[in-house]
């Protein structure tokens, strides 16, 4: 019998045209149970609690996979590493120069108003994506 999390998952692989697996389902879990943006090395340690045989790389090509797909979105890079972002409502970033951190802030308590979906010199924008640098409460 199948549990409503697998479906859901066999669901989503359907959507996005991903082959289901037992390794892909398992990191899917896996990352849908992160809290924040983790690293594919903090997914990694994760998995191969339940999967001792996975290898560094299979996750990264399957988290490639999910965000190249559509399932998740990746961070940017500029923040020392790769970071996966699965909040899908529209948010922007508080990031820590100091520790790192990364903290998701909506829209309207940044003060964001209306966006524009054409730019100058006709740059069509697909989504907005800001980050407030500075010091987290730890490290202040």
């Not at 409503?4 to 045209?17: I, M, N, S, V, Y």
């Not at 992160?34 to 339940?50: C, D, F, I, L, T």
């Not at 965000?67 to 890079?77: A, C, I, L, Q, T």
């Amino acid at each position: 019998m199948q549990t409503a999390a697998a479906k859901t998952f066999r669901e989503l692989c359907a959507e996005h045209g991903i082959a289901v697996t037992h390794q892909r389902q398992v990191l899917y879990e896996v990352m849908q149970g992160m809290s924040g943006h983790p690293s594919p090395e903090e997914v990694y340690a994760r998995v191969k609690k339940k999967i001792p045989a996975i290898s560094l790389a299979t996750v990264y090509k399957n988290i490639n996979l999910f965000v190249e797909s559509g399932v998740f979105r990746k961070m940017s890079m500029h923040h020392g590493s790769v970071r996966v972002e699965m909040n899908s409502e529209a948010h922007h970033h508080m990031v820590c120069s100091k520790c790192k951190a990364i903290t998701d802030i909506g829209e309207q308590e940044l003060g964001l108003v209306s966006k524009r979906t054409r730019l100058p010199g006709g740059f069509l924008v697909e989504r907005y994506a800001v980050d407030v640098i500075g010091l987290c409460p730890k490290c202040q």
